[in-house]
């Protein structure tokens, strides 16, 4: 609408603006249709969409019930559920299997101590606290070697050149007489050092040179991949270069040896002096430049350090006290080594962490009381059937010449194993063994709960119930269907009930525009033919019969498993359920009932109601959404999007249209004011010759 001079009424004295309102009412007309018929379409396709989430999650339904385990539930009856229990997969054969007798439960085996590992009862050792301040409370004192335990986590980048190898710095002089501990992603692995061996999916090839550790996998490692070291060094190291504000440095450990601590600070050579309260004061020469904690392993600097030694590189190199020991386990993938180092700062927690963590699959315990550990393997069974260490599953080290942890001072020389043993039975005749007493066989999951000679027979059947409720299920759902569809095919139409304009609403309270919007949209998709031919070919598909020939003709239509359409036709074909047929169909014949939904073939009538349902509900659904589309479409992909389309560019015409004729009506009625008031203004001119005369 142009902004043109509007003189509405000065010199008429006429109510132009009610005159032109009006008029462009009339006019408005052909604009009020588009509108109209634009919130019919939008209102048909908010309908057509609320229908078609039903009719996909009804082919939700249908995908599920083409499932075979839909139709093959199994319920499973032992005759002594104190000796044996069992669960059945689907595919499980129907029938009898009877376990004659269980000889021998299968266990874990477990190692026990030798004897008590504190001095004396009165004075324990205390689980929380370091390894190097209760030394003394052992019963077998422990024998320390110096170097340093270091544990590193290493973050793979991705060497374009060599993928599969990781390189990293050491932390001090690898002791080569310690082997490395490797994880990654959970699992360990055997390091070598022989660069010609070719290396197996759990090892990995270390070698060093220059200070650092390349870790060479026999398979690529992606970028960002973290890596877990754990080593021994002769002496640790660590560098760091002086910025205005260092404060203190942390080193890799604590309980550190002071007699092998050494310190340079750029050229200078920093001297340790006995301070208070254990630490031990930094010197050079004369100054005081910090402390060391030497149980903690930080150093703290004096406050002015970082401004007087700025860009001075800091080189450190320490000792501390620490013990090892090494263990194994037979497992169900083998026999799995671990290396264990244990600094002196550590506590007997620490310790019983690491082999709880590690991937042994043992379980440490310490028992208070008693004052002595056990040791259990996680998994039952025999896994050491040779003669290879007395059949053991958990072994300690027996090297008597060298000192080990475990076996000298938590006292597992000549420790005791018990269990370790398999699950010895007899099933349907046949003698056999399980590492666990929980094994699967033909799909039956079976439990072992105690020795037994009397038989104990495990019986396989169809779960009728869960069978059954699944097939209602998809009766529910199906109906559910029918019913959204029938009744928005049935909807009343008042045609006399338009949308309203918003002129139109402004006349009414909001219950008024409710109640007239109801009437309004009421009906817009009754007799549509895409619903009406959807329901159709739904009925003719249930009610015709399976030709497959893997049924049997006593049940090859739903109504001869006791599924028939209602009485009340006005209901549009829904199913309900003689609940027994059905249930004696699946009892009698469960083949032939899952043949009847799920059955596939090259002809719709060799396939199964649920296969054919499949195929026309998933027509029917892509229909409409090339008609109403989806929320993620924009209208140009579906027909009622470009006919709304259509429609709005319409009605911008038209209101091009409307403002230039509101405009031209505007125009002719400034027309006649002007004129009037020109001729009023002569009236007045010549009045004035008249009376003056």
Same mark, same amino acid.
């Given at each position: 609408?142009?902004?043109?001079?509007?003189?509405?009424?000065?010199?008429?004295?006429?109510?132009?603006?009610?005159?032109?309102?009006?008029?462009?009412?009339?006019?408005?007309?052909?604009?009020?249709?588009?509108?109209?018929?634009?919130?019919?379409?939008?209102?048909?396709?908010?309908?057509?969409?609320?229908?078609?989430?039903?009719?996909?999650?009804?082919?939700?339904?249908?995908?599920?019930?083409?499932?075979?385990?839909?139709?093959?539930?199994?319920?499973?009856?032992?005759?002594?559920?104190?000796?044996?229990?069992?669960?059945?997969?689907?595919?499980?054969?129907?029938?009898?299997?009877?376990?004659?007798?269980?000889?021998?439960?299968?266990?874990?085996?477990?190692?026990?101590?030798?004897?008590?590992?504190? /001095?004396?009862?009165? =004075?324990? $050792?205390? #689980?929380? @606290?370091?390894?190097?301040?209760?030394?003394?409370? *052992?019963?077998? +004192?422990?024998?320390?070697?110096?170097?340093?335990?270091?544990?590193?986590?290493?973050?793979?980048?991705?060497?374009?050149?060599?993928?599969?190898?990781?390189?990293?710095?050491?932390?001090?002089?690898?002791?080569?007489?310690?082997?490395?501990?490797?994880?990654?992603?959970?699992?360990?692995?055997?390091?070598?050092?022989?660069?010609?061996?070719?290396?197996?999916?759990?090892?990995?090839?270390?070698?060093?040179?220059?200070?650092?550790?390349?870790?060479?996998?026999?398979?690529?490692?992606?970028?960002?991949?973290?890596?877990?070291?754990?080593?021994?060094?002769?002496?640790?190291?660590?560098?760091?270069?002086?910025?205005?504000?260092?404060?203190?440095?942390?080193?890799?450990?604590?309980?550190?040896?002071?007699?092998?601590?050494?310190? /340079?600070?750029?050229? =200078?050579? $920093?001297? #340790?002096? @006995?301070?208070?309260?254990?630490?031990?004061?930094? *010197?050079?020469? +004369?100054?005081?430049?910090?402390?060391?904690?030497?149980?903690?392993?930080?150093?703290?600097?004096?406050?002015?350090?970082?401004?007087?030694?700025?860009?001075?590189?800091?080189?450190?190199?320490?000792?501390?006290?620490?013990?090892?020991?090494?263990?194994?386990?037979?497992?169900?993938?083998?026999?799995?080594?671990?290396?264990?180092?244990?600094?002196?700062?550590?506590?007997?927690?620490?310790?019983?962490?690491?082999?709880?963590?590690?991937?042994?699959?043992?379980?440490?315990?310490?028992?208070?009381?008693?004052?002595?550990?056990?040791?259990?393997?996680?998994?039952?069974?025999?896994?050491?059937?040779?003669?290879?260490?007395?059949?053991?599953?958990?072994?300690?080290?027996?090297?008597?010449?060298?000192?080990?942890?475990?076996?000298? /001072?938590?006292?597992?020389?000549?420790?005791?194993?018990?269990?370790?043993?398999?699950?010895?039975?007899?099933?349907?005749?046949?003698?056999?063994?399980?590492?666990?007493?929980?094994?699967?066989?033909?799909?039956?999951?079976?439990?072992?709960?105690?020795?037994?000679?009397?038989?104990?027979?495990?019986?396989?059947?169809?779960?009728?119930?869960?069978?059954?409720?699944?097939?209602?299920?998809?009766?529910?759902?199906?109906?559910?269907?029918?019913?959204?569809?029938?009744?928005?095919?049935?909807?009343?139409?008042?045609?006399?009930?338009?949308?309203?304009?918003?002129?139109?609403?402004?006349?009414?309270?909001?219950?008024?525009?409710?109640?007239?919007?109801?009437?309004?949209?009421?009906?817009?998709?009754?007799?549509?033919?895409?619903?009406?031919?959807?329901?159709?070919?739904?009925?003719?598909?249930?009610?015709?019969?399976?030709?497959?020939?893997?049924?049997?003709?006593?049940?090859?239509?739903?109504?001869?498993?006791?599924?028939?359409?209602?009485?009340?036709?006005?209901?549009?074909?829904?199913?309900?359920?003689?609940?027994?047929?059905?249930?004696?169909?699946?009892?009698?014949?469960?083949?032939?009932?899952?043949?009847?939904?799920?059955?596939?073939?090259?002809?719709?009538?060799?396939?199964?109601?649920?296969?054919?349902?499949?195929?026309?509900?998933?027509?029917?659904?892509?229909?409409?959404?090339?008609?109403?589309?989806?929320?993620?479409?924009?209208?140009?992909?579906?027909?009622?999007?470009?006919?709304?389309?259509?429609?709005?560019?319409?009605?911008?015409?038209?209101?091009?249209?409307?403002?230039?004729?509101?405009?031209?009506?505007?125009?002719?009625?400034?027309?006649?004011?002007?004129?009037?008031?020109?001729?009023?203004?002569?009236?007045?001119?010549?009045?004035?010759?008249?009376?003056?005369?």
């Amino acid at each position: 609408m142009t902004s043109i001079q509007r003189i509405t009424g000065l010199a008429s004295g006429m109510d132009i603006d009610s005159i032109v309102e009006k008029m462009m009412t009339v006019a408005k007309q052909p604009l009020v249709k588009l509108q109209q018929q634009k919130q019919i379409l939008e209102w048909q396709e908010e309908d057509y969409r609320t229908l078609n989430q039903k009719y996909f999650d009804f082919r939700s339904t249908l995908s599920n019930m083409k499932l075979t385990s839909k139709y093959r539930a199994r319920t499973t009856t032992s005759s002594n559920e104190s000796y044996v229990t069992a669960t059945a997969a689907n595919n499980a054969s129907l029938g009898s299997t009877t376990i004659q007798s269980v000889k021998q439960l299968a266990t874990a085996a477990t190692r026990v101590a030798k004897d008590s590992i504190s /001095t004396d009862s009165s =004075n324990k $050792v205390d #689980l929380n @606290q370091s390894l190097w301040k209760q030394s003394g409370n *052992f019963k077998r +004192s422990i024998e320390w070697s110096q170097g340093g335990v270091i544990s590193d986590t290493i973050t793979a980048k991705g060497d374009s050149t060599d993928p599969t190898s990781v390189t990293f710095d050491l932390k001090g002089t690898l002791n080569s007489n310690m082997p490395m501990n490797v994880k990654m992603n959970g699992k360990t692995y055997e390091v070598v050092t022989d660069p010609s061996v070719t290396l197996s999916d759990n090892q990995v090839l270390l070698t060093t040179a220059g200070g650092q550790a390349t870790l060479k996998f026999n398979s690529n490692i992606s970028a960002g991949t973290s890596i877990s070291v754990e080593y021994v060094v002769d002496k640790a190291t660590k560098s760091a270069t002086v910025s205005s504000d260092t404060k203190s440095i942390q080193l890799d450990f604590g309980d550190i040896i002071t007699d092998s601590f050494t310190m /340079t600070v750029g050229n =200078n050579n $920093v001297s #340790l002096y @006995q301070g208070t309260d254990g630490n031990m004061n930094l *010197f050079i020469g +004369s100054t005081q430049i910090g402390t060391l904690n030497p149980e903690t392993g930080k150093i703290d600097f004096n406050s002015d350090f970082g401004s007087i030694y700025s860009g001075s590189a800091i080189q450190i190199s320490y000792q501390q006290n620490y013990t090892s020991f090494n263990l194994k386990t037979y497992t169900s993938s083998g026999l799995v080594n671990g290396n264990f180092y244990i600094g002196a700062d550590k506590t007997l927690n620490d310790v019983i962490s690491k082999v709880n963590n590690s991937n042994l699959g043992l379980t440490m315990y310490y028992d208070e009381y008693k004052d002595m550990f056990t040791l259990t393997r996680k998994e039952t069974g025999n896994f050491n059937s040779s003669s290879s260490v007395d059949g053991k599953e958990i072994i300690i080290s027996s090297d008597t010449h060298t000192y080990d942890f475990l076996r000298d /001072t938590l006292k597992f020389s000549g420790s005791t194993e018990y269990g370790g043993t398999n699950a010895v039975f007899n099933i349907n005749g046949l003698d056999t063994e399980r590492t666990t007493n929980t094994f699967a066989i033909n799909g039956v999951t079976y439990t072992l709960k105690s020795k037994f000679d009397t038989p104990v027979t495990v019986t396989v059947s169809n779960d009728t119930d869960t069978i059954f409720k699944n097939i209602k299920n998809f009766v529910d759902q199906y109906n559910s269907l029918i019913d959204a569809v029938q009744s928005k095919l049935n909807e009343d139409r008042y045609p006399d009930y338009a949308p309203l304009t918003d002129d139109q609403r402004k006349e009414l309270t909001d219950r008024q525009q409710d109640q007239w919007d109801k009437k309004a949209r009421s009906g817009l998709l009754r007799n549509d033919m895409t619903l009406k031919n959807s329901l159709s070919n739904m009925r003719s598909l249930i009610y015709s019969k399976v030709n497959n020939a893997n049924i049997s003709s006593e049940y090859n239509q739903l109504s001869s498993i006791g599924i028939t359409t209602t009485s009340d036709w006005l209901k549009g074909g829904k199913l309900e359920i003689n609940e027994d047929k059905l249930k004696a169909a699946i009892q009698n014949d469960p083949d032939s009932v899952e043949l009847l939904f799920r059955a596939t073939g090259s002809t719709t009538s060799e396939k199964g109601i649920v296969q054919r349902l499949y195929d026309s509900v998933n027509n029917t659904y892509n229909t409409i959404v090339d008609k109403a589309g989806k929320s993620t479409y924009v209208n140009t992909q579906f027909t009622i999007g470009k006919n709304i389309n259509d429609l709005t560019d319409k009605i911008r015409d038209m209101n091009d249209k409307l403002g230039k004729l509101e405009d031209r009506y505007y125009a002719q009625f400034t027309a006649m004011e002007q004129a009037i008031q020109k001729y009023n203004s002569q009236y007045t001119y010549l009045s004035s010759f008249f009376s003056n005369s």
